[in-house]
């Protein structure tokens, strides 16, 4: 029978001992919960991981490592010599803030629609359990198992004896200038990104340039373009301080800028992933760039460019980045080390224009703490030394392969259930499903039989798309694809 375990660190954290559900999962699951429940409230300190565990009766470990998953996903936050608190702004949907001007995005963030909410509770559960440990089909994860674990470890061991021998200070909030300036020159020299380390922040990800950008440079009522079918957590940021939202589509070329005028000429923001469309995988064209920026330079707007996995791209060089075409500082970039090494690391960057370097300095200060110091320095390292740029030309290759044996075997086992246009390039293929399908029931399906692919529904805000699902590639070896594929004629069987 499963015991109830509560504390006094933690009131209301309620950690069912249940034997079917290892302690690990468990307790995350909880942990998140209790975050998400705002029982503490932003900016509090989380109990010491030695402290917590003596209290609950597990294992230090267990608890180091559910408060690392939480962090990598954004519900926690570390600082040097400090702790581990809660952040301002949690990426779970349920965890709504007052937005500084209603709108109907945020009434939506408010109230998720009845299919939403039992998803939440049911079948997006079991995905989200599962997404601590990449399923197959679960697109964005790199091959965890290619990652140069040894080099790092031994690279990481060196530079944090380094740091508690210099008795480092904590880590400047705009990170490390020492990985701030090679990041600057790898994405000079491999991005085409023209900027000095002064205009380089180091962050979390996506989420944090998201919100460090709208603190610092949005008034509510602004208008924000956004790509439709696009990335769901840029809406959802938008809508939290209270911009005014217009979904604008795209085609082969990218975001079609003639629609969007048409919708919302006057927007302040345009978010959007030129290198590699989210979650469509079309490049955005030169003239399709070259209008966007005409537009910015127009209406004094600014362009987010997420350059989330703009590095895998399989024939020829990668597409350079659109700042690099920026001639009057429209342009703030953003990128991520989470799909080149590890997304665990929580580590990206932020680059800005010139004119908004002490803003932007004087806000990241306040707004949280920078990643783990000898994490940042452990990447400067691998960067300085090329090792980083080594695994990054032998992930392509490595990747390419697997897109290869991936797009073989739907060819083989599922061509009357499922249509791929491979674009060789990223971590995912888009599998077309036929036109009667509900993706999402077909997702749902995968889900509970142990796959992880996302519905194109998910990242659709209006209009009628033909059912898809993302299928990552990346994170699936050989030898489990042909029993994946069996499953996912299952689901769409199913569904």
């Excluded at 994405?187 to 990104?193: D, E, F, Q, T, Y």
């Excluded at 079609?256 to 005028?261: L, P, T, Y």
């Excluded at 519905?455 to 042909?482: C, H, K, T, W, Y």
Aim: aromatic letters at 6%.
């Amino acid at each position: 029978m499963a015991r109830q375990s509560s504390g006094a660190l933690l009131p209301g954290l309620n950690l069912s001992r249940d034997s079917r559900t290892p302690i690990g999962r468990e307790l995350f699951q909880a942990l998140r919960e209790f975050v998400i429940s705002g029982c503490i409230k932003p900016g509090m300190r989380m109990p010491a991981t030695r402290n917590l565990a003596t209290e609950l009766g597990v294992s230090r470990t267990t608890v180091a490592q559910a408060y690392e998953q939480l962090k990598s996903e954004g519900y926690l936050i570390g600082r040097e010599k400090s702790g581990t608190f809660i952040p301002a702004v949690l990426p779970d949907a349920r965890q709504v803030l007052v937005p500084r001007q209603s709108s109907d995005s945020a009434a939506e963030m408010a109230a998720p629609p009845p299919t939403l909410a039992r998803r939440m509770e049911g079948t997006a559960a079991v995905r989200a359990e599962r997404g601590m440990i990449a399923q197959p089909f679960h697109p964005g994860i790199p091959d965890i198992a290619a990652f140069p674990a040894k080099l790092y470890v031994r690279i990481q061991r060196r530079v944090s004896l380094d740091v508690i021998r210099r008795g480092a200070a904590r880590c400047p909030a705009e990170g490390t200038p020492v990985l701030r300036e090679q990041v600057a020159a790898y994405l000079g020299a491999s991005r085409g990104v023209i900027c000095d380390p002064s205009q380089v922040f180091i962050i979390s990800g996506a989420h944090q340039a998201l919100h460090l950008i709208m603190l610092g440079l949005s008034n509510p009522g602004d208008g924000a373009w956004t790509e439709n079918p696009g990335y769901p957590g840029a809406r959802k940021s938008f809508a939290l301080f209270g911009l005014r939202t217009t979904a604008v589509p795209v085609d082969a070329e990218g975001l079609m800028v003639a629609e969007g005028r048409r919708r919302d000429d006057h927007a302040r923001f345009a978010y959007v992933t030129p290198a590699r469309q989210a979650p469509l995988g079309h490049t955005m064209s030169l003239s399709r760039r070259l209008e966007l920026l005409r537009w910015a330079h127009e209406r004094d707007a600014l362009v987010l460019e997420d350059d989330y996995d703009g590095e895998y791209r399989f024939g020829g060089a990668p597409a350079p980045s659109l700042q690099g075409l920026d001639p009057d500082g429209r342009v703030l970039y953003f990128g991520t080390f989470s799909k080149t090494l590890l997304p665990s690391l929580g580590v990206g960057y932020l680059v800005v224009p010139r004119r908004y370097v002490n803003v932007m300095s004087k806000l990241i200060d306040l707004a949280g703490r920078p990643p783990n110091l000898a994490t940042q320095l452990s990447i400067a390292h691998l960067i300085e030394s090329g090792a980083f740029e080594s695994h990054v030309r032998a992930m392509r290759t490595h990747y390419r392969r697997r897109q290869d044996a991936l797009q073989h075997h739907l060819r083989e086992s599922l061509q009357d259930l499922v249509r791929t246009e491979v674009l060789n390039a990223g971590l995912h293929l888009i599998g077309w499903l036929p036109p009667h399908l509900d993706d999402r029931r077909v997702a749902e399906n995968a889900w509970r039989l142990g796959l992880l692919p996302r519905p194109l529904s998910d990242f659709a805000v209006e209009g009628q798309f033909p059912p898809a699902l993302m299928l990552g590639f990346s994170n699936l070896p050989d030898e489990r694809i042909p029993e994946a594929i069996q499953t996912l004629r299952q689901a769409i069987v199913e569904g």
